[in-house]
């Protein structure tokens, strides 16, 4: 039965096909390495840039930014916009992976190992 089961279904064009969207998928997330995303804070006071794969690349912080009264003021926009440079990576990401599986969605990244 090596042409598969009900209806003609062909097991092994199956895995071919899924075997060569994980490989697709592997060379879009090295890709992803080497672009960037960037994102601001406190009207460009603080500027974050993040890898698309997920890492924090740099955190710039205009001198005006720092007053030893307010560091709570900083903290804040340092976090705000590291978390929208993550969201941004994660977009990026996300769109170079829906061009891989073809709108298939996440639903697979656990069936083909990623």
Do not use: H, W, Y
């Amino acid at each position: 039965m090596a042409r598969g089961g009900p209806g003609g279904f062909d097991v092994n064009a199956l895995m071919k096909q899924a075997q060569q969207m994980q490989t697709q998928m592997m060379e879009a997330q090295e890709k992803l390495k080497d672009e960037t995303v960037e994102a601001s804070a406190g009207g460009g006071m603080v500027k974050v840039t993040m890898g698309g794969d997920m890492t924090l690349r740099s955190i710039a912080i205009d001198p005006e930014a720092v007053d030893p009264e307010d560091v709570e003021l900083l903290q804040e926009m340092v976090q705000a916009a590291v978390n929208e440079a993550l969201r941004a990576a994660q977009d990026l990401a996300g769109s170079k992976m829906e061009g891989v599986t073809g709108g298939l969605g996440g639903g697979l990244g656990g069936m083909l190992g990623g």
